[in-house]
């Protein structure tokens, strides 16, 4: 079946460096990707998403990279702010018909140090 | 425009008991889902709602759970009888036919099992 992991469940970076997420993916692929941000207590956060027929997207300090061939997905965040620690979810749409179905990672737990 | 609302946002009841949990998507929004998202771990999808009609349940534990959008707008999701794995955030979600993929997200129920 479809699974989606990390390669990293912690990451600690200092303030005003770029962090990258890591994610790897199984299966066939998914025509979706998205970023999500979770902070304590909250609901997930959409950060940024991509579909399956694009390489990059860039939105505001952040960046996502898929590279199909290998089956992985990246979140660049640059400038990291004490603001962007949280946990960090991809997921993946593989619903097919089932349209919205996502399917998520365990996530990685982004630290920033001021 | 405000968010997703969920109601309560905790609740602790002894195994064998039953809860429900109430959910008021955005403004608009004719798709639903509700989540169970573990300690440590990435939501999983239970069910997916258009309009009041289930587009998928397939992971929904049927014998214990159910879930209701009788006029397609709010929903409730209950578990009778709970049991202490049943321990987790509850999570709703909405989106959009017009909106895509992505799916909003409110706060969440914490719910314990002792």
């Known amino acids: 079946g479809e699974s989606v992991g990390l390669h990293l469940p912690t990451l600690s970076v200092q303030e005003g460096d770029n962090s990258i997420i890591n994610c790897a993916y199984s299966n066939s692929a998914s025509d979706y990707f998205i970023w999500y941000k979770q902070e304590s207590g909250k609901g997930p956060q959409f950060i940024i998403d991509?579909?399956?027929?694009?390489d990059k997207r860039q939105g505001q300090r952040v960046t996502v990279l898929l590279n199909k061939t290998v089956k992985h997905l990246s979140l660049q965040i640059a400038a990291t702010q004490p603001g962007d620690s949280a946990v960090y979810f991809c997921a993946g749409d593989w619903g097919g018909t089932s349209y919205g179905k996502l399917t998520f990672g365990q996530g990685t737990i982004l630290t920033v140090h001021p | 425009e405000a968010g997703v609302a969920q109601s309560p946002r905790y609740k602790i009841i002894e195994k064998r008991q039953s809860v429900a949990f109430w959910c008021n998507p955005i403004?608009?929004?004719?798709?639903l889902y509700w989540y169970q998202q573990i300690l440590g771990q990435g939501p999983k999808l239970l069910i997916q709602f258009q309009n009041n009609g289930v587009v998928d349940d397939s992971q929904l534990p049927k014998d214990r759970f159910s879930a209701e959008r009788l006029k397609g707008v709010d929903s409730t999701l209950k578990i009778q009888p709970a049991k202490l794995e049943d321990s987790a955030v509850y999570l709703c979600?909405?989106?959009?036919?017009?909106?895509?993929?992505?799916?909003?997200f409110g706060p969440g129920t914490r719910l314990t099992v002792t």
């Open positions: 991509i579909r399956s027929n694009m």
């Open positions: 979600a909405s989106s959009s036919l017009a909106g895509g993929n992505e799916q909003y």
């Open positions: 403004s608009g929004h004719a798709t």
